[in-house]
């Protein structure tokens, strides 16, 4: 008797240990089982019709941008817009790792959890996603950016709906080049440059340093200097691209004064400036509809005098993302509230309901509403004294704010500019890169312009 229940005990342990593993495992599967069905290296998956994605993606007026047919997965019949959505929708691969195809293989693809890919054909309908990008404003913005790099993106300020979000170098993903991985012509075509890519963001940044400054004292806005096109700042000189004479905040922005920024920097010192830029959203990621961006940094550490200086004119090594500069403009044009964009209107499931993440980063207050209402003001003066509101758009009212960034690399400047439309009806924010354009105002506005120009076109009728 002793002996059989001496025996029996490793017996009910091995019992319990299997239970306990096959309960660990069903747990997972019922978590990771359509991850893992439709991993792009599940190889006997991914050659069988069952993989295909089936779902449809439309952009916000239900025009099809990618569907299925045949078994074989085709792309909008405009090559420009294949090209423009590219880094939005991803091809038929998995490289670019932030597009919709990418993130979002297992919805499209119709995974079933009880029948897994071995469903009936009518139940293998996959969800069709609704973006909110408008297609005609993404061909805009790839025409506007002709053959230089860059990204633009455009986004609904009240809402949070991106309208246009486009990256180059791209290439048709009906067409994959057979030489994208050694031609330089396509190097970093993988990457979404409006979300993924960060850059120094010259005199964009002018736009922190001076929201620094208010927060500190609204009354900084009078604070007079006279520039002489120089400074001295830790006994090494900081330029301006000209001499401004005697100005104030407001003067000093229109006609982006290094020396007036740098040496408010300096004065304002480097915990308030740090605190200001991660308000803004510096040294921190955003996310949204399973998106996580690239952070954009400010650290100011280990810089000297001068160095710091440089900073708060977007200099040193400051780096943005165009997705975050646009968010900042975003917050300006709000009051001071940002709000958080979004590129997925809704996940369709055949069942009906929808499967779109509510995991969007929350929105931020990232400085007083007499701040934001102020550098709103000093925008508005700045295009319409220095840009000239109809080079920018014949159709909006555009507050804005350019910025041309030295590069390490020897190359021409980076050229920048990020704003908002002053209309109730239009309400947009936007950032604009446009790599080694040399100058904000002759490469970068009319880009913005031509995109802003297409978006009012676009929502006219929304
Ligand atoms: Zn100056």
């Not at 500069?325 to 001071?336: D, F, L, Y």
Request: net charge negative.
């Amino acid at each position: 008797m002793r002996k059989t229940r001496f025996r029996s005990f490793p017996v009910l342990m091995i019992t319990l240990a299997f239970f306990a593993g096959l309960i660990y495992f069903i747990i997972n599967l019922a978590i990771h089982s359509a991850e893992w069905a439709s991993m792009p290296y599940n190889g006997h998956l991914s050659d069988s019709d069952a993989m295909e994605m089936t779902g449809t993606i439309t952009d916000r007026n239900g025009v099809v941008l990618a569907k299925t047919e045949n078994g074989k997965r085709i792309y909008n019949q405009d090559e420009d817009i294949r090209r423009a959505c590219l880094h939005v929708i991803g091809d038929d691969s998995v490289n670019i790792s932030t597009a919709i195809q990418t993130l979002y293989r297992s919805e499209l693809s119709g995974y079933n959890f009880i029948l897994g890919l071995g469903a009936p054909d009518f139940l293998q309908k996959g969800a069709d996603i609704e973006l909110t990008i408008d297609s005609e404003v993404q061909k805009a913005a790839y025409r506007a950016l002709g053959d230089y790099r860059g990204a633009v993106i455009v986004y609904n300020y009240k809402t949070g709906e991106v309208i246009c979000m486009v990256s180059t170098p791209t290439y048709d993903p009906e067409n994959v080049p057979e030489d994208i991985d050694t031609n330089d012509e396509y190097e970093g075509a993988y990457i979404n440059r409006t979300i993924s890519a960060s850059y120094p963001p010259g005199s964009t940044f002018k736009l922190v340093t001076a929201s620094a400054a208010l927060e500190e004292d609204p009354d900084n806005e009078n604070r007079e200097y006279d520039c002489i096109g120089y400074t001295e700042i830790g006994g090494k000189t900081i330029n301006c691209y000209s001499v401004s004479g005697h100005i104030d905040m407001t003067g000093a922005l229109m006609n982006s004064c290094n020396a007036y920024f740098a040496e408010l920097t300096v004065d304002l010192g480097k915990d308030c400036m740090l605190k200001q830029a991660e308000k803004m959203g510096f040294n921190s990621s955003w996310k949204f509809d399973g998106i996580e961006t690239a952070k954009s940094s400010y650290d100011v550490s280990e810089a000297d005098e001068n160095a710091f200086a440089w900073s708060g004119v977007g200099q040193y090594t400051v780096l943005e993302s165009p997705i975050n500069m646009a968010i900042r403009s975003c917050a300006i044009a709000n009051g001071g509230k940002s709000v958080t964009p979004e590129l997925i209107m809704n996940i369709n499931t055949l069942f009906g309901g929808s499967l779109k993440q509510n995991d969007s980063s929350p929105s931020k207050t990232m400085m007083s509403k007499e701040t934001a209402d102020k550098l709103a003001d000093m925008m508005d003066y700045t295009v319409e004294n220095s840009y000239g509101k109809g080079y920018f758009s014949n159709y909006l009212d555009v507050c804005a704010k350019t910025g041309t960034a030295e590069v390490s690399d020897d190359g021409l400047a980076h050229a920048w500019v990020t704003g908002f439309t002053k209309d109730e009806d239009c309400p947009l924010a936007f950032a604009v890169i446009v790599e080694h354009g040399n100058s904000g105002y002759q490469a970068a506005i009319p880009v913005a312009g031509a995109v802003l120009d297409a978006a009012a076109e676009a929502l006219e009728g929304d």
